[in-house]
């Protein structure tokens, strides 16, 4: 998992050369329209939260196609229980009562300040480190810009190269938001500001997206919460022993191929009621 230190020169420079795609121009201009006029619903978390209100649209576009029926966290119905990643959350009151748990949850209320680089930053946290890990930038904050590049999970863990995420980045939609909306400016970052606190370093793949496999491989009942805490670790090095691999608890390359494996013989989750733009196992692997 990178820091943001590391990370947010890189943003600087992709933001600032970026444009975008002409082919994808009015799309992106509907959609900003779109999530600027819901921006009075947005503000309602954003007050309870702390996090921008022009951040929570992307997500929102991003995660369930700004339907107002889905979570914020993984698409599933919101007056239900979840049942994808993470799963037992709700059922929940309300659209924005659901989202400020999946915020909580994510860790995004701690963030100190929202510089612009910032918010790309846990865009990216948000989603999962992926495609960072395949040397990719991801789709989930570059789609639709000079940006992107080919590279996407096609299927359950099945990783493609020439494939290309047509979905609408959060950048490009950032970008086309700020044209109809000045209000949005966020601060862009500088050598020497004030750090941003370092999240804690996950396993690369995120804690619940480790938690739910193993339980779906092993039948084991842990809570998915996120917590790399001893509970998961015992798990872990249950499940590298039965695989013969280093039992040593960390969640590396090779424990993490063989739960690739396992994964891919099981028979499909069946789809969420409300159908997001991105898919539960999207989600899990970060794209």
């Not at 009075?40 to 196609?65: D, F, N």
């Not at 930053?121 to 789709?139: A, D, I, R, T």
């Not at 020497?192 to 997206?209: D, F, H, I, N, S």
């Not at 028979?267 to 196992?281: D, F, G, H, R």
Request: hydrophobic residues 40%; positive net charge; charged residues 20%.
């Amino acid at each position: 998992m990178p820091t943001y230190g590391s990370k947010w020169p890189v943003y600087k420079v992709q933001w600032d050369g970026m444009s975008l795609k002409a082919a994808q121009l009015s799309e992106i201009n509907a959609t900003a329209k779109r999530l600027v006029a819901a921006k009075a619903r947005y503000q309602v978390v954003e007050k309870a939260t702390g996090v921008p209100w022009w951040w929570i649209a992307c997500v929102h576009e991003r995660e369930a196609s700004q339907s107002w029926s889905a979570s914020l966290a993984q698409g599933d119905p919101w007056n239900r229980v979840s049942t994808h990643v993470p799963r037992g959350r709700g059922p929940f009151p309300s659209w924005e009562a659901a989202a400020i748990d999946a915020l909580k949850l994510d860790g995004v209320t701690k963030v100190v300040d929202w510089r612009l680089e910032k918010a790309l930053y846990y865009w990216e946290l948000y989603n999962g480190w992926g495609y960072f890990n395949h040397g990719v930038p991801s789709p989930y904050v570059w789609g639709a810009t000079s940006v992107q590049r080919p590279g996407k999970y096609v299927s359950d863990g099945v990783w493609s190269s020439t494939a290309t995420d047509k979905q609408l980045g959060c950048a490009a939609m950032l970008k086309a938001m700020m044209k109809l909306d000045p209000s949005i400016n966020p601060a862009r970052e500088t050598a020497g500001a004030t750090p941003e606190p370092v999240p804690p370093v996950q396993p690369l793949k995120g804690t619940r997206w480790i938690q739910d496999s193993l339980n779906r491989v092993t039948g084991s009942k842990l809570d998915v919460d996120g917590d790399y805490g001893p509970q998961t670790i015992v798990i872990v090095k249950a499940y590298q022993s039965s695989r013969r691999l280093v039992v040593d608890g960390k969640w590396g390359d090779k424990t993490s191929a063989a739960m690739d494996a396992d994964l891919a013989k099981l028979k499909p989750v069946a789809a969420a009621v409300v159908a997001p733009t991105k898919s539960w196992w999207r989600r899990m692997l970060g794209m």
